[in-house]
């Protein structure tokens, strides 16, 4: 064994997976499901509906859990004879039962600095953790948390920010008053602000939404068009939960109201993208939405006429006449405005409608001041995420916001600019720090305010959908929301939340900056860790160009997977903003931290040249692969030799698994565990299946240990050299049981267990240096086949000989095993395929054939699809599982056999499922039932119709078509579909279950005639 266990970690060893993942899936989930949790976990809430999370901060996507973060980090440098117990008492988890004020997590407990320095023998201070992809702030914070030298390097300008607010100044400035001054200038702020903006607002106005106002273009009649209609909102406590709104056909116009009293539909009929027209003697249809069938729809058209409108009065100084005013009021219709509990129809509201023309009186008149913090920027054509909005003639993003929307975030930004320099002046970059919490305060406002928002009225979220909300591109839908201004809860209130951080009381937060601020300054006050913690903007993929070569000893990274995020696009939403609203402190806030030579604060844009991203699901330019690539490279130079790579995975994809571990392996890195972790929110993934990552995370342990020779591979047949190798079969069990012994210990999930288990072939691949003439992927192939078939093997083997239906010998059980591990070295799909069709059909301690598949969890089928090298969407493309609805809770996934021939909708051109031995499989097993005559004929026949195929691959087809055969249910043979009268025609009066016995009989043996 190469690992040298005195200078291993425990994170290499053993962690305490169910504790972390248990805090870990609190952590990360919003409100209602949080209680649940907690119940779930035995844990009592008493109360703790809220509390201050980091994300409130600033929102960045994928911001990983704070527990986890400390959890691994500490693993890392700990050796790995320590106790479990002790290992949860350092990361102060002992502390969870002592939480009075807030929930019970890991992130409110505060680790035992003092305890770690005697484990340590030294300060963790000593000690350097990176993280240098560190985005919204989990591993720095943690790390600088735990006493660690903290670098957090990012290469987006607004994660820049967000790190030195959530991490850099509260360790440093925590004890100079930062949470005391940033209140200050809250208050001061949300004054002037008020002053300033709040009279455009109506009296009591939380919310409003807008409908957006269309023609028709056959009566050219004006429709509201909006998606809230009937039922606004579906919680009950609310009044004038239901709108209804009647169409004048004479005047064509229309009147709104709101009731309390149910209405069951909306009033304007609806077909795919098409709407009719409402008014009773035109009632034509035309097309509103979607990809226009002639000229532009009536909703692109509305985008066009608004961006026209606001170029007119932003660029154009055009005067505000009153054709202007009707212009604004026909094309944004304020329809609706939420007070306290009721919702009131406003369409014809005198004061309400005088007030949102006054916000454009104001803008107009108003240019010259707020030219500076407009934001006039285009939006790039690079800008993948904003491409709807350009698409739809928004070419700037101040084109983004309404007149008041609009006046307000530039009245705001003015107002901050001006602090930050007062604050500047007066403090240095204190006062910069200061200033940097109220202009995210703008972001959050602005992120709530614009035409990119919509309503939601569901139970359970019923308020305004903000803009940067995970979809994949910029999401326009019919109706759009604006908030209020007024009510301390709104706006700045609401973003900032002074009276719950001055109050002390932060669990009743509901999302603000300063309840965090607060939090954190509390954390570091007097702990002296402020010259600990280094915040760059740097390129991870250059990362020895700024930090001293072999210089950290842990780098712990979450990267950005493939086309999953781009960062910079959506990013550059808020950068329009912060680069005005903190224009006067930019200089000193950017300048100490730059590490990019080719991007400066003053540009419009931010940084994407070497963001290590692909802009599509396969990276068909290689742009991540090379990216990630060199990425991993750098982690290599700037690492101690001594040091811990932990390296966050999360993508579904197999292709994504094979670049990072190609990556890991040509740098040298030898990967001792690989560890399944929960880090994302729990209802995610049934929804975002295909947008966001997924519910799991693989972390990958790296380290610098020397590699393994193999000798006797042969270079003409490296993979199957491989397996037989002894040196090479005895890793693998080592792992193996290794691993085993981890499972029994940790009491986990079964997908866990199956990341588990599965990462082990990593680790082995990782710890041998490549034999002549191979190849990393064969060395991987190799590791896998055996791991899996050290899984399959004796199940597969005892149902053939024990408990299938047709007992075949020990020889031929054996030469059908042997044929199907063959294959799956060569065709990954086998690999997936078997291992999710055993999981499904067979008892895994009986070997017995279950009477009812089981339905398997997407986190299970995706975990093994990746390791094996064929993940969930290859699986699902060729047909070789299905998605079905099981009940209330969500989708299964069932691999599927015959039925991939014979169910309607479910088929696969047999051209292409003959690319994957299981397809082959499934094709070659019809084939055996259905030809004519006895077994070897049949096969004979089988053999002529498949002559193109090689006999290794009509081999291994054959043996896997056996084994399904043995392991599938009477109904689902199939034969029913095929030429019953084949059978029947011998054999007149047989009953359905001999039937199925004799069919399958005769199928498999026919098939055994392919096996060699
Ligand atoms: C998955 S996110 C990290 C999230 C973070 N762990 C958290 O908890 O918020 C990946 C980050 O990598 C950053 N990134 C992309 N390319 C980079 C590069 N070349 N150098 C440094 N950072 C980069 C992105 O801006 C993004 O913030």
Known sequence: MVIDAKGAKLIEVLIPLKEINEDSLLEQSFKPSYKRLSEKLGITLKGHTFDPKLRSIHIWPARRPCGISRALSLASVITSDTDQKVFLELLGYKQLRFIKKHPPLIFYTRPQREAIKKVLLKEAGKLTLCDPMAGGGSIPLEAARLGFRTIAVEYNPVAYLILKASVEFPAKYADAGLFEETLKATKELINRARNEIGKYYGEGAKRYIFARGVRCPFCNGLIPVQGIEPEISSVSRLKGRFLKITYDKTRKSFSAETTDKPISSGTIAKRGNNIKCPYDGCGKWFQLRGRAKDGM???????????????????????????????????????????????????????????????????????????????????????????????????????????????????????????????????????????????????????????????????????????????????????????????????????????????????????????????????????????????????????????????????????????????????????????????????????????????????????????????????????????????????????RDDGVLVLWFTHPTAQAWRVVSEALYQHGYVVPKVWPLQTEMPTRFKKQVNVVAQEMSLVI??????????????????????????????????????????????????ADAAALMFGTALSVASRFELPIGAKFQDLYDAAITAVVSRFTEPLVYRVLTETGPVKLDEATAQKIVKNVVQGM??????????????????????????????????DLVQTIGKLCGFGVEELKGYGLVAERAVDKSGRAYYPQFLEMLTLPGGQVHPSKLMGVIPGSAAILARMAMTESGDPAARAKTIKAKMSMRSDRELSSSAALAIILLETTRDQDLGYKIADKSKITRYLPGMDESEMARLVRELAIKTLTHLVF
């Open 297 to 639: 729809t009536a909703f692109d058209r509305w985008f066009y006429s608004h961006a026209e409108l606001m170029e007119k009065v932003v660029e154009g100084f055009a005067p505000i006449t009153s054709d202007v005013e009707e212009d604004l009021l026909n094309l944004h219709i304020p329809l609706i405005k939420q007070v306290r509990n009721s919702f009131q129809a406003i369409w014809d509201d005198e004061s309400e409608r005088k007030k949102f023309v006054g916000s454009l009186h104001a803008l107009s008149g108003e240019l010259f001041e707020l030219q500076s913090f407009i934001p006039l920027d285009e939006i790039p054509k690079e800008n993948v995420w904003a491409s709807t909005a350009r698409n739809k003639g928004l070419s700037k993003w101040y084109m983004l916001y309404n007149p008041r929307q609009l006046l307000a975030i530039a009245k705001l930004s003015k107002i901050i600019a001006g602090m930050a320099d007062e604050l500047v002046s007066k403090n240095g970059e204190f006062g910069a720090a200061v200033a940097t919490y109220l202009a995210f305060a703008l972001d959050k406002i602005a992120d709530y305010n614009t035409i990119a928002t919509h309503w939601q009225g569901t139970r359970s979220k019923s308020g305004i959908a903000h803009t940067l909300r995970g979809e994949s591109t910029l999401d326009f839908r019919n109706e759009y929301c604006e908030m209020g201004f007024l009510p301390p809860e709104l706006s700045l209130g609401w973003a900032l939340e002074p009276d719950v951080a001055e109050s002390g009381s932060l669990t009743k937060t509901a999302g603000g900056i300063l309840p965090v601020l607060r939090f954190l300054c509390d954390e570091f006050r007097g702990s002296n860790i402020g010259d600990h913690v280094h915040v760059y903007l740097g390129d991870a993929t250059r990362l020895s160009t700024f930090l001293p070569l072999k210089s950290v000893d842990v780098i712990n990274v979450d990267p950005p997977y493939f086309e999953q995020v781009i960062y910079s696009d959506r990013s550059e939403f808020f950068w329009a903003l912060l680069r005005r609203a903190l224009a006067p402190v930019l200089e000193l806030l950017f300048k100490p931290g730059m590490r990019l030579s080719n991007w400066s604060w003053t540009s419009p844009t931010v940084p994407r040249e070497r963001e290590v991203v692909a802009y599509d699901k396969e990276d068909s330019q290689g742009r991540f692969r090379r990216f990630f690539n060199e990425f991993v490279g750098e982690t290599a130079k700037v690492l």
């Open 825 to 858: 070295l060569w065709d990954p799909a086998i690999r997936s395929y078997l291992t999710l069709w055993l999981i499904s059909r067979v008892d895994l301690a009986t070997a017995e054939v279950r009477q009812e598949p089981l339905g398997l969890h997407f």
């Open 701 to 750: 342990v790296g380290r610098k240990y020397p590699r393994q020779k193999l000798l006797e591979v042969s270079p003409q047949n490296v993979k199957a050299s491989l397996i037989e190798n002894s040196l090479f079969a005895k890793t693998v069990e080592e792992a193996v049981e290794g691993t085993r012994k981890v499972i029994v210990e940790s009491n986990v999930s079964s």
